[in-house]
């Protein structure tokens, strides 16, 4: 993808895609995928199955301990072979991000901060263009299940929210659409709310309930650069190790503890 990057980063201002404040085409998609549990042949051919034909590597380390087919040095020209670009967008989307100022009072990474700032804003936009010219973009990263991993709780959800479809594909060829992931997030930390009485100040609207639950993934999964990790942390260790459970504590923890670590966030 250093073609796809160039190109988006030469286009004039006003040729570029829309910004995240806009709405998009109902026909507008973008794609995510998590390789743990999948042989390099797998990953391809469901890339091949979507018609992809260029990879956003959000990984912050874009090696793997477990599963050497997904290392950049041998993952970028095993894809070109297949006729799809590959880039690794770890400074716009990774989650192992170490600035202070995108951290919060609970000391770990905010999704939200991070996704306002001019890293992330140029990920996005070089993105979207790639997305407005025709291309099939898929974000990859370590986690099998979406909902357990950044590239949905914290980049796939802004593509959403401004008019993009975001499509998860899964291992057995189905996708989830982020509004899935969203219903998984409120069912995971709000099951009972059905049961919440109408005189409660407890009662929230569906959008609150969702943006809550973000907030609350956001937390469990993300990189703490002093002390103990969230769920995320583990993303190599985890997620890759033990692939079929897809659990986020491996794409966080591992992929964001550090390159020594094998961690991929």
Not at 115 to 141: P, T
Not at 217 to 245: K, L, M, V, W
Request: proline share 2%; glycine share 10%.
């Amino acid at each position: 993808m250093g073609k796809y990057r160039a190109e988006s980063e030469n286009m004039n201002a006003s040729d570029s895609g829309k910004s995240m404040d806009s709405g998009k085409g109902i026909t507008d998609e973008i794609y995510s995928i998590g390789y743990a549990g999948l042989s390099i042949e797998d990953f391809v051919g469901l890339l091949k199955q979507f018609e992809i034909d260029a990879v956003v590597d959000v990984r912050s380390n874009p090696h793997s301990r477990f599963h050497t087919d997904f290392d950049l040095e041998r993952l970028r020209p095993c894809l070109a072979k297949a006729g799809i670009e590959y880039d690794n967008y770890k400074e716009e989307f990774g989650a192992r991000q170490t600035e202070r100022r995108f951290m919060n009072e609970g000391g770990y990474l905010d999704f939200g901060l991070f996704s306002a700032s001019d890293n992330f804003k140029a990920g996005y936009r070089r993105v979207s263009e790639g997305i407005d010219r025709g291309r099939r973009v898929c974000l990859m990263c370590a986690e099998k299940n979406p909902e357990s991993c950044h590239r949905a709780i914290m980049v796939t959800r802004r593509f959403h929210e401004a008019g993009y479809i975001a499509r998860h594909i899964m291992h057995d060829g189905s996708t989830l659409t982020q509004s899935d992931v969203e219903e998984k997030l409120v069912d995971m930390f709000f099951k009972n709310r059905s049961q919440i009485s109408l005189f409660s100040e407890d009662n929230y609207s569906d959008e609150e309930y969702v943006d809550m639950a973000y907030k609350k993934q956001n937390e469990a999964i993300s990189y703490r650069p002093d002390g103990e990790q969230g769920s995320e942390r583990d993303g190599e260790q985890g997620s890759e190790r033990d692939g079929e459970q897809g659990s986020e504590r491996d794409d966080g923890r591992g992929f964001e503890r550090g390159a020594e670590e094998e961690w991929e966030g």
